[in-house]
């Protein structure tokens, strides 16, 4: 897994083999950043990174200058894995959360700037956990949420949508948050 931009570019972190999850490729990492760097000010940015999986997204954005990052992933072993990874680059462990994604956003508060989805492709209740995420108060008032998803599984009616971008078999697709009341 390799480190695309800024201050971390080029480092390589190796997940241990046979973690439950399907990283998000360079090809479709590098697309998401080349979006996320017109549209955000990456200083002292805060990003919620859900089935974090590898860290493979935490690093990049702690790479490119996020202030926080919080990583969730139930899985024990991918927990050790990001905190791993963030020691080899020097950066804070303690944002690292072992959680059901779930109960994570219905008892967490924000706000984030930034909030990336990746969910297993075949997970059901994914436009629940999307509303439940505007809904709340992790998304800041000019948040943006990012949900990478099965190509076969269209989110483009669900409230909030605002472009999709298809890469293969995966689709990175944009939600803006509830506007104010």
């Not at 931009?5 to 080029?10: K, N, Q, W, Y």
């Not at 979006?35 to 990174?49: K, P």
């Not at 996020?66 to 804070?92: E, F, S």
């Amino acid at each position: 897994m390799r480190i695309i931009a800024g201050t971390f570019r080029g480092r390589q972190i190796r997940p241990p083999r046979g973690l439950p999850v399907r990283p998000t490729t360079d090809r479709t990492k590098e697309a998401l950043f080349n979006m996320l760097m017109q549209r955000l000010d990456w200083e002292g940015l805060r990003v919620l990174d859900l089935f974090a999986g590898t860290g493979n997204i935490s690093f990049e954005c702690y790479s490119r200058g996020a202030a926080r990052v919080v990583a969730v992933d139930q899985d024990w072993r991918c927990v050790a894995a990001i905190k791993a990874g963030l020691q080899i680059l020097g950066l804070p462990v303690q944002d690292v959360v072992q959680q059901d994604v779930r109960r994570y956003v219905a008892q967490a508060t924000g706000p984030f700037d930034l909030v990336f989805m990746d969910p297993p492709y075949a997970m059901p209740g994914q436009p629940e956990l999307i509303a439940a995420i505007r809904e709340g108060s992790l998304l800041a008032p000019e948040g943006l949420l990012v949900v990478e998803h099965a190509s076969s599984v269209p989110l483009e009616a669900l409230p909030g949508w605002t472009e999709s971008r298809r890469y293969g078999d995966s689709t990175l697709s944009f939600f803006d948050p509830l506007p104010p009341a």
